[in-house]
Each structure stands twice: as structure tokens, then as C-alpha cells.
């Protein structure tokens, strides 16, 4: 039997109708908000001797596609690889390659689809490779083999301003009689890690950090090893560094760590290595997300590309990301916006 | 053509003759089984090895030409642009050193020779170092195969895994000689001795092994049942029991490896194709040549730097796979207690110029390369010869190619002095004694 009088029954639908609406709007915003990663990466599936640059997108649960490539000519004898992707996604650094030219930085605009031309970065006769964005863009660091002006022979280190089209001073980052390469750029470009075989390191090759602010050069000695550590990635705030590295007491050939610089110590990454070789870490810039490169068994082909949710200590599912081929240098932002370019 | 997955005959009857034939076309030069087998009669001999178990060998060749300054031959003092980006490590041998892009292998430095007096004219062809360059352009495992005749043991004499490419057979010894061929022991394009897999089985590597065993053995059952090979002469029915004999279908299913093991190789065609290659020596095949793919990465260790700057291929994937591959081959070999009689070599078609080229890279340099041995009796853990500061010319013991065979020849049982049948394929050239 209704408490209500019948004129003021209509209340009993009215009333939870419109406390519904007020909860919806005035409901506190969900507090994980879902992230959306965006993988860049280099794969022969499309040409099977000349590698291109993919995107693929990602949930960050466990859905992701590919959505779409970088737009130069299929028609050419060419390689691509090394991206680089800025944080809001919109632009992609790259190595392309002429067969029998010397490799050259490219920088592509997703959102225009074009590719932006550079003179004064490529300006020189050898090879240049590997580049690393910062989150605007603006900077990309680079390898550049016997370039014009450069302390020495060999691979160097340098830094491209892209708003003043030239490039930007590192004193005291670059050795004169050994080779410096595989830079990587924190988000706001003060922080430029690298790998480096000069002298005086713990091991042969080590990971070196740079201070942009302060013109310093870090050795890191409590990450690097005695053995190989290479192919550095940083977080946004260049506290974290992810690298590759066939030190001993991993799982099994090359292996993937992640430091802590601030806490001075190795973070757990539980089910992400394995007996295969794990190389060419990228690290989200907040830290969350590991993009990777995987030989083991049970792969899609060659060379697989794994992501790895440190927040949830678990491989993700990648589903149409890898093909029967080779798929090799990740590079993975991370944003909570709803779309990306 | 027989297909395993999708056989062409609507029923068992209709099986001919010349279908059975052709299953054994698809060899490097369309050798036909019967012939095979035929040759198998006339040319049969006891091995000279007969007592004890018959040398073996697993032949390595690392198709593009390895840089040896990466690799076995590294020069740390040179300058920068001879030098390169790696550095060099210890191995467990004192006084020998390597790249360090080969950690794992440096440990197993006491099992192996280097060879670093390597010397060659020919810049372009890989058929020199598979054949000795000899005349007859046949590789190794024919040569081995035409003298020494067939082993007891009912394995193919004389296989090979991974891409043919340009790699020499039989060369004019005719098509008996030519391997079995493998293309890709990881299950994506599984060629079982001369049976062709079709493309359209599951993407799944290891769907594939089971589509292929499956299909062997409704092969197997199809042709048993069937009254045109009850017909055949000796010669085909021997072929086709060799072909589906449970030895042969077991030495190539790698299924039946454990899984670790199977790890520890590596994932890759290369880690894969090595622990195929230790099953077939174990079972009883004679010469094992392992082609390392040159898809899709342009020509394997061909690292010019003219498709991707620098030498960043050696760094990764080339070394890693190789270092992880050759060094878990040689653990395996030994702990089965295989080493001792198999022979491993490894070697490419020459190596790299010491200077750096303009892309980062390296392009072909013959004259002065490296070639690793292990097993079968090498005088492990030495050098042998030596290059100069920078790795340009041998500084002493200068090896060529015929020599490097006769060396070969002599490890895996011929007598190189004595044997007269030996001469047209090495000449005058004698082993290198530092190695028998």
C-alpha cells in the first residue's frame, strides 16, 4: 500500500529521476583516469627487406590497433626506424634511410600527414640516427657520425632546437677519442641520457646522464655494470631510465632494468624478462608503461614488440600489434586524453 | 606434387608413380629420391670412422660476411674510426679476448679455436668459403657425402637449414649430392626433407610443427596404402620409408625438445636452426650447414650501413642471436658428450674493411678475416694466426681458402695427404697443423 496520497504519487518517479540526474552531474570524476598509450615502432611487415615506421594505439587494458603510418613513399628502396614520438602525439622523429645514402633525421606531422623538412639537422655528409623528441617537440637529440663540427671522430650526441633551426650547445657532453650515441631526451629536455664506450666508466659501454641545466655529466655508477648497458629511456622528469643490459643474475641474455635515480636503486620489473633476449626498452613519460623489444619463443615473428604495465606488474595484451616479421623500436607516450592525432 | 596439408590426391589411388618421384624434387637442384637412393647402392663404403662414432660437422656460415673486428677480432687500441662503437671483454681463456657483444660465447672460449689469419680474394661470391673454391663448387657436405658414402644410421648424410639463396650444393658433383633442405626449422615455413608445406596452414609456429607432422603421417598411411608404390623398384620405396621413417620424422621435430632447451637456443630461425642442427648430427646425419636467413634484414651481417646507419644490426639483433645460439650449441654438444666428435665451424664469406665507412658501417674486406672451430678434436682454446693493429692483412699464418678446406677435410676424417679423391677439391693445399 502506497504512504502516498495519489495526487503526490507522481513524486515516486520524480524525485529518483532527478536525484539520478544530479549524481551524473555532479558525480566526483573517476579517480584512475583510463590511460591511452600510442606505440610507435619500426617493421618489415609491409616490405620485407625495407622497415617502415607503424602506430598503433593502446587502451592500456588490454584493446589496442594499428591506426595508421608514417606516409612516405613505399615505391623506394628505404629503411625507417628509431621513432620518437612527441608527447601529445602528434609528431614522429625517425631515422630514414636511402639504400646507399646515409641515414637522415625525419620528422613527421601526424596530424598534417607531411613530412616537415629540416635543413640544418641533416646538414652533413654522414650518417646521423636514433632521434629522441622532447614532450613539445621542440628539441630532438640525436647520433651523428663524423658531423661538421663535432669534438671528434666517430658517433657524438647532438641536440636540435626546431623553433631556432639550429643546434644547441652540450659542453662537456661528448668524449673527443671515443663514441657517444642512443640519446634519450627527458620531457622537458633537461635531462639527456646516452651510451657511451670512453674510458673511466664501470664496464665498456655504459649509460651516462646529462644536466642541460647544469652542463654536467652524471656516470651513474651504481646502475651501470661491468658488462653492456645501453640503449637508455627516461620518464618525463628524467628520474627513471629504463636500458638494456647482458649483465649476469638476469634472466637470460639481454635483459631489461629499470633505476631509480632519486631512491638510488633498481626497480622490480616481476614477468617482464625472460631466458630470450629483452632489448630496446621505451619507457612511458610518466613512468607507468614499458614498451619493449622480445626474441622469445611463442612470439609472432623474429622480433616482437611486449608492453609491460608496471602498475599492474603484468604483461599486456597487444593484439595485432606484432606480424610473422620483424617489429623492433618501441616508443610509447602515454595520455589520459580521449583522442590523439 | 605431394604437399603435406593439402594433398593433391582425391584418394589414395590416385597416387602415381610420378608424384612419388616428384616428392623428391624439391631438393636445391630437383634431385629425385630414387636417384638418391640409387647413388646410396652404387656408392656405399664403410666410413673410415667405423669404429666409434663418425666425425660430424655443423657448418655455421653467417651469410653477409661478419665483421670480424665485432666479432673475433677486436682492435681496442686502433683509433676510433678502425675501433668502432664496442668494446672487447675477457673470455675464459687468459690472452684471448672478444667483442663484447658476445658475452655468452666469451665463456665458452675453452671449447673453441679462432682462426684470425684468414685470407681470401673473392669480395662478392659466398659459394668460396662453402666450397673450398674449388672447381666443382660443391659444398662440403656433397663433397663428404660423394667419398665417404652414406652412415649406417638412415639419416640424410648432408642437410641444410634455412634459405638456399646462393649457397652451393652438389656444384657439379650432380644433384645425388644436394642436402635435404630445411628452410625454417621455427614452423613458419617448415620444408621438411622434400616435402613443401603450404602456405595457408595456421599462422602459429607451433600449429604448424603439428600440421606438418600430421600431414607426414597421412602421407605415410596414404602411400602404404597405396598400390603404385608396392610397384615401385627398391630404390623409390627405400626413399619413401627414408623420408617417413620414424628416426628421420623424430631427429626433425623439434616438438620433442624441451621447452627450456628450446629457450635457451633462442626464439629466433638462427637459435632454432642450431638445436635442429644438433638433432640431425646426433641422429646420424653427416654435414650440417646452417644459412643464416638474409630476410628480412638485407643480407644478414652485411652491415654496409646503407639500409640502417651504423653497425647498430651487429648490436642487435645479429650478435645477441648468434652469441645466444652458438653458445648454448656448444653446451648442448658437450654436455651430451657430441663435441667431441662434431665440428663446428663459423664463418661468413669474408669480412669487414676495418675503417668505418661514411653510413657507419662496414663494407667487404676479404684479405683478412676470422673462422671460429670447436670440436672434433680442435685444439681448444687457442689462437691460430693473427691480423694486424688493424685487422686489415694477416700479420702471420696467412690461411686461404683451400687450405681452410683441406683443414675441414682432414677434421671430418680424409685423409688429406693419402687420399687421392680429395685432390680435385683442395688442390695441393695442406690442413693448417696448428688445428688437426
Known amino acids: 500500500m502506497c504512504p502516498l496520497p495519489a495526487p503526490c504519487r507522481w513524486l515516486l518517479f520524480v524525485v529518483p529521476f532527478c536525484v539520478f540526474c544530479g549524481y551524473s552531474l555532479h558525480a566526483p570524476a573517476q579517480t584512475v583516469p583510463a590511460s591511452r598509450l600510442l606505440i610507435a615502432f619500426g617493421s618489415y611487415r609491409d616490405r620485407p627487406k625495407h622497415p617502415n615506421i607503424f602506430f598503433y594505439e593502446h587502451d592500456g587494458s588490454g584493446s589496442g590497433k594499428i591506426v595508421g603510418k608514417v606516409g612516405t613513399e613505399r615505391n623506394i628502396a628505404s629503411a625507417e626506424g628509431h621513432p620518437s614520438l612527441s608527447q601529445d602525439g602528434r609528431f614522429c622523429a625517425f631515422t630514414f634511410e636511402l639504400e646507399n645514402n646515409t641515414g637522415r633525421i625525419y620528422f613527421w606531422d601526424r596530424k598534417e600527414q607531411k613530412l616537415v623538412e629540416h635543413p640544418a639537422l641533416n646538414n652533413s655528409p654522414n650518417a646521423q640516427m636514433g ?54 631526451l627527458s620531457s622537458d629536455g633537461r635531462w639527456l641520457a646516452f651510451t657511451s664506450n670512453r674510458k673511466g666508466g664501470v664496464g665498456l659501454t655504459d649509460i651516462y646522464l646529462y644536466d642541460r641545466r647544469e652542463s654536467k655529466l652524471l656516470s651513474l655508477p651504481r646502475m651501470n655494470s661491468r658488462h653492456m648497458d645501453a640503449e637508455p629511456s627516461l620518464s618525463a622528469d628524467g628520474n627513471l631510465i629504463a636500458f638494456a643490459s647482458d649483465r649476469p643474475g638476469g634472466r637470460g641474455g639481454r635483459d631489461i632494468y629499470l633505476f631509480d635515480r632519486a631512491a638510488d636503486k633498481f626497480l622490480a620489473l616481476p614477468g617482464l624478462n625472460s631466458p630470450a633476449h629483452e632489448y630496446s626498452p621505451s619507457l612511458s613519460p610518466d613512468g607507468r608503461f614499458l614498451a619493449f623489444v622480445s626474441e622469445r619463443l611463442g612470439g609472432e615473428g623474429e622480433r616482437d614488440i611486449y608492453l609491460y604495465d608496471r602498475q599492474a606488474q603484468k604483461l599486456l595484451p597487444t593484439p595485432g600489434l606484432n606480424s610473422k616479421t620483424e617489429d623492433f623500436d618501441p616508443c610509447v607516450i602515454s595520455t589520459t586524453e580521449r583522442a590523439l592525432p | 606434387m605431394l604437399h603435406i596439408g593439402k594433398p593433391t590426391a582425391r584418394n589414395g589411388q590416385d597416387v602415381t608413380r610420378r608424384e612419388i618421384l616428384r616428392v623428391g624434387g624439391l631438393g636445391l637442384l630437383g634431385v629425385t629420391l630414387g636417384d638418391w637412393w640409387r647413388s646410396r647402392d652404387v656408392q656405399a663404403s664403410p666410413s673410415p670412422q667405423s669404429r666409434g662414432r663418425e666425425p660430424s660437422c655443423i657448418f655455421i656460415f653467417l651469410s653477409g660476411g661478419p665483421s670480424h673486428l665485432e666479432t673475433f677480432d677486436p682492435k681496442p687500441n686502433a ?61 662440403y657436405g656433397a663433397v663428404l657425402t660423394k667419398l665417404k658414402g652414406f652412415s649406417p644410421s638412415g639419416m640424410p648424410p648432408f ?96 616438438a620433442k625438445e624441451p621447452e627450456d632447451l628450446r629457450t635457451r637456443y633462442g626464439g ?169
Open chain 2, 79 to 139: 683509433p676510433v674510426n678502425i675501433r668502432g662503437p664496442y668494446g672487447t671483454i675477457r673470455t675464459n681463456v687468459p690472452g684471448i679476448q672478444i667483442g663484447e657483444l658476445l658475452p655468452a660465447l666469451a665463456q665458452h672460449m675453452d671449447k673453441c679455436a679462432i682462426l684470425r689469419s684468414m685470407t681470401s680474394r673473392d669480395e662478392h661470391a659466398g659459394t668460396t668459403m662453402m666450397s673450398g673454391a674449388s672447381k666443382s663448387a660443391a659444398s
Open chain 1, 131 to 184: 632521434p629522441s623528441l622532447s614532450s613539445d617537440g621542440n628539441l630532438i637529440a640525436f647520433s651523428a657520425l663524423n658531423r661538421p663540427g663535432a669534438s671528434g671522430q666517430g658517433w657524438h650526441v647532438f641536440l636540435y632546437d626546431r623553433g631556432a633551426r639550429k643546434t644547441v650547445e652540450l659542453p662537456g657532453l661528448n668524449s673527443q677519442t671515443f663514441e657517444d650515441r642512443l640519446p634519450a
Open chain 2, 268 to 436: 629466433s630461425t638462427f637459435g632454432q636452426s642450431c638445436i635442429l642442427a644438433r638433432r640431425l648430427v646426433e641422429a646420424g646425419t653427416r654435414f650440417v650447414q646452417i644459412n643464416w636467413y638474409s630476410e628480412p634484414a638485407w643480407h644478414g651481417w652485411d652491415v654496409h650501413g646503407a639500409d640502417l646507419p651504423g653497425l647498430a644490426r651487429m648490436e642487435s639483433p645479429l650478435c645477441p642471436r648468434l652469441d645466444q645460439g652458438l653458445s648454448t650449441l656448444l653446451e648442448d654438444l658437450q654436455q651430451r658428450g657430441l663435441l667431441s666428435s662434431t665440428l663446428v665451424v663459423v664463418t661468413g664469406e669474408f669480412g669487414r674493411t676495418p675503417t668505418v665507412n661514411k653510413y657507419g658501417g662496414r663494407d667487404h674486406w676479404p684479405r683478412c678475416f676470422s673462422v671460429l672451430f670447436a670440436g672434433a678434436g680442435v685444439p681448444a682454446g687457442t689462437l691460430v694466426g693473427a691480423s694486424d693493429n688493424q685487422g686489415g692483412y694477416p700479420a702471420n699464418r696467412p690461411v686461404t681458402v683451400p687450405e681452410f678446406a683441406a683443414t675441414l677435410y682432414r677434421l671430418l676424417g680424409i685423409n688429406t695427404n693419402l687420399d687421392p679423391r680429395i685432390r680435385p677439391f683442395i688442390g695441393d693445399a695442406a690442413p693448417v697443423a696448428e688445428l688437426v
Open chain 2, 159 to 254: 642437410a641444410h637449414v634455412g634459405p638456399g639463396g646462393y649457397l652451393p650444393g652438389a656444384g657439379t658433383l650432380g644433384t645425388t649430392y644436394n642436402p635435404v633442405l630445411v628452410a625454417d626449422p621455427s614452423g613458419k615455413q617448415v620444408q621438411l626433407p622434400q616435402f613443401a608445406l603450404r602456405a595457408e596452414v595456421s599462422a602459429n609456429r607451433f600449429d604448424q610443427r603439428k600440421e606438418l607432422l600430421g600431414g607426414i603421417d597421412r602421407v605415410r598411411a596414404q602411400w602404404h596404402a597405396n598400390e603404385a608404390v608396392g610397384k615401385m623398384d627398391t630404390s623409390y620405396q627405400r626413399a619413401v620409408d627414408l623420408l617417413t621413417s620414424d628416426k628421420v620424422r623424430a631427429a626433425f621435430d623439434l
